[in-house]
């Protein structure tokens, strides 16, 4: 038993109006609390009052300020009360109506979140794509794996791209891969944006990554530009990780480049996340620092402010995302010098259903300097970065491991990522990542036996359908083709041992299997690199085995 203290209480004479009730905790009437709850219901009358009937609003930047002033001020009052007495809650919540009251505050404020986040009516109509227009999206399927060197599904990619006419190499030379309107020059400054914000399953392939360097540097004309793997991981960037997506999970893309530059090439990395912080002004104003170039008015329409990096090479190149290769020579920008490879890997995302071609560019620019970019995903803000800024040259979306799992990606843990096997490229990504999610993504999904609501690519009111719409109508707007319908394509696919790419594993591919035979002591023509599946240099009785395995006749 405490002992009975007879010292006098304290603050004895109160004014009525201030006497706290026995029956009401100390802390709920605290003038703290009672000031925090004042603003924060005066910044919620404001937020509803200010919106109306208009939805669209709550995007607005007051609005945004003033729903997170009121969840703060009703959120951290209670996590506080809760904390200071937990008893006293367990017995207000025990009452009836306040657990009437408490539940329809949460509701509340899970409409109101809801409201803010997801916005049908911010874009108005959208455009319709040409009824006429049919992108290319070239697929690779049962990828060829690791070469020393090279990887042989880029190999088989690359092919298959020139041999539809989009040639690899810019040349004079006019071959399988290369010719006169070909992507890479000799000397271009070629930045390879890829996903270097997860570890695991969940950044890009590097084994992919490799093959894709190999195949610029091996231009027929010698290569003597440069290759950036670079990407913005928004604080979270690493791109030296300890786990990776490759077959050699100790693979970061670090290693790989390291490899590269050791050979002699210009290859590096650079990661943008260092100085995602830093606003800067372009080269032509005399700005010469690293940083991010910042649009100071919100778009219109998607409400974020466009940004994208400028920086200095590791071999004294002033890149400038949007206007190309600085000289200061000159003072001007060469536009056609830099190329830019997206290289995503196509996941899930827990919050716009799908990541992929178009997500991808959350790596290019800034969700710092107040830009708004990651909330902005939503209203097609992406789509006016692509507009305003840049379209990449190519996209090579990485499907050997895809994350179906709706709940945890974008983050992909071996345990949880499943095999596909296959590349994607494209010029359009928009297209790309509507054929992907119909044909890719989303028989993953379903086959890890989650639902595809937030990934359907027939459901216009799905997630992944709102925001890679709203992309599209922000090129569409911009003057820049583009199509959300994957009915639209003209497919090429190529299966391994498919020697003339023409879909189908046959007789013409059969003649060609014989002329290429070599035996296991033998070696192979880089033209009949189709029939060494298992990328030993020769083609032999087990390449004959997985030809049997693939052969479908005409």
Known sequence: MKPVSHAPARHAHVHPCHRR??????????????????????????????????????????????????????????????????????????????????????MLGLVLWAMASTDSSSTGSLLTPPADYRPDVFVVNDVRG??????????????LMGAHGLKWHRSAATGATSGPEGLIDPDDVVIIKINGQWSERGGTNTDVLRGVIRRIVEHPDGFIGEVIVADNGQDRGDLNRLLNNAEDRGQSPQDVVNDFANEGWNVATQLWDLFRLTSVGEYSTGNMSNGYVVNPVLHPRTRIKVSYPKFRTLFDSYVSYKYGVWSPDTQSYDADRLVVINLPVLKTHRIYGVTASVKNHMGVVTQSLGTGSHNGVGQGGLGSVLADVRMPDLTILDCIWVQPDVSSGPAAPYAEATRRDQLLAGVDPVALDAWAAKFVLVPAVLEYGDPIDAQDPDDPASIFRQYLDRSMNELLLGGIVTTNDYNA???????????????????????????????????????????????????DLRDFAQFQLLFTGP
Request: glycine residues 12%; charged residues 15%.
């Open 21 to 106: 009730r026995a029956d009401v905790p100390r802390w709920v009437l605290a003038p703290h609390w009672l000031g925090a709850l004042a603003v924060g219901f005066v910044a919620l009358l404001w937020l509803v009052l200010r919106s109306g009937t208009k939805p669209s609003r709550l995007t607005y930047p007051c609005q945004q300020s003033a729903f997170s002033l009121a969840t703060v001020a009703f959120g951290a009052p209670l996590v506080g009360a809760v904390i200071a007495g937990r008893e006293s809650v367990a017995a207000i919540l025990r009452s009836g109506v306040n657990q009437v009251a408490g539940g329809m505050l949460a």
């Open 489 to 539: 394509v003209q497919l090429y696919q190529w299966w391994m041992d498919d020697e003339d790419r023409d879909g189908d594993v046959d007789l013409t591919d059969a003649g060609g299997f014989v002329s290429c035979w070599s035996g296991p002591d033998g070696s192979v023509d880089p033209l009949c690199a189709a029939f060494n599946s298992d990328c030993d240099g020769d083609v």
């Open 146 to 159: 690791v070469c020393p060197g090279r990887f042989g599904g880029v190999d088989d990619l690359i092919t």
